[in-house]
């Protein structure tokens, strides 16, 4: 994600801790996690 010049980073891999803290507490949303996840590569051409 930083190579692709991800603004905040930071708070981006602590939003990520939180959806895995949701992981191990079986109360993941999948389909929010990958909205959130992949919304910074969906912006990038192949």
Request: charged share 15%; no cysteine; hydrophobic share 35%.
């Amino acid at each position: 994600m930083a190579g692709l010049g991800l603004e905040d980073a930071a708070r981006y891999a602590q939003e990520i801790d939180g959806y895995y803290q949701q992981y191990v507490a079986s109360t993941l949303n999948m389909s929010e996690y990958l909205t959130y996840t992949l919304a910074p590569l969906a912006r990038h051409s192949r």
